[in-house]
């Protein structure tokens, strides 16, 4: 039996690593190859070229926007379903839910449908002089739906399972309702909230879909690094499109590595917390 366990496990463990190094390990070691096919110079003017770094800086834009936005949202969505009642609770769950079952594709659609020229919102939008559609607060926009979930679904069940206690004892005690919320209700969801806001920032950098369709594809204006990447291999400009890609690679590495930073944090956290309920 344990030699049959053994001969078990290797193989699935074998499987895994094919798998891992099929699906993710050469895709990246495709990236920094054909990125550098041509030596470094080659690949320091792909990533000067004026248009990616227009791309780049439109990314990180997008992003310092709608991280920020989801990450208050999604506080106050999550504070909300775990500490309220009221109608229409598991309503509001499932619409925080839909960016994970609606294609990107179809929600850059519903966005042009509302707020482009011809849109439900158009013509005010148009005297107003507000424009959405085709410039940056339309991105910001698609960026915040698609990333919308992840802050709120990190922290609900760390407030599910933290209770009411410690809060309600605050409260009785005299504290302010922000006092009890930074001492007693920020330091047991610091390592969730953080762990939600790196894979809304993950997401939130490799959105192509929904920012494809609202973006117009303006080169150096409305083109974000996924879009710039796409024109660069569709003009066969293969060195200067992988060269862009390396930079999504690095972005991307670095949100890896805070990430499996913050997973040893939590599973810290989460033995203190039962060690000291077995206490």
Not at 92 to 100: A, G
Not at 108 to 128: D, N, S, T
Not at 138 to 156: D, H, M, S, Y
Request: hydrophobic letters at 50%; glycine letters at 8%; aromatic letters at 12%.
């Amino acid at each position: 039996m344990r030699q049959e366990s053994l001969f078990a496990r290797s193989i699935l463990i074998g499987l895994v690593f094919l798998f891992t190094g099929l699906i993710l390990l050469l895709p990246i070691y495709t990236v920094f190859h054909e990125a550098f096919s041509k030596g470094v110079g080659a690949y320091l003017e792909g990533i000067q070229e004026p248009d990616t770094i227009s791309a780049f800086k439109l990314t990180l834009l997008v992003v310092a926007i709608a991280v920020p936005l989801n990450t208050v949202f999604g506080i106050l969505s999550s504070f909300a379903v775990t500490r309220f009642d009221f109608p229409g609770k598991s309503w509001l769950l499932t619409i925080i839910d839909s960016p994970f079952s609606v294609s990107p594709v179809i929600s850059g659609l519903i966005f042009i449908l509302l707020f482009g020229r011809q849109g439900w919102f158009g013509p005010w939008l148009e005297k107003m002089d507000i424009k959405i559609v085709f410039n940056t607060p339309g991105l910001v926009l698609a960026t915040v739906f698609i990333t919308l979930p992840f802050v709120t679904r990190e922290l609900t069940p760390i407030l599910e399972s933290q209770g009411i206690e410690e809060e309600e004892a605050g409260l009785l005690l005299g504290a302010s309702t922000l006092k009890v919320f930074f001492k007693i209700v920020v330091p047991g969801i610091k390592y969730g909230l953080l762990y939600g806001i790196i894979l809304c920032n993950a997401r939130a950098m490799g959105e192509f879909g929904a920012v494809s369709v609202l973006s117009g594809h303006i080169r150096g204006q409305t083109n974000t690094l996924p879009l710039q990447i796409e024109v660069l291999y569709n003009e066969y400009n293969s060195v200067a499109a992988f060269s862009a890609a390396s930079l999504l690679v690095f972005l991307s590495l670095i949100t890896l590595v805070a990430k499996q930073i913050l997973e040893r944090k939590l599973k810290v956290t989460k033995k203190e917390t039962s060690l000291q309920e077995e206490v």
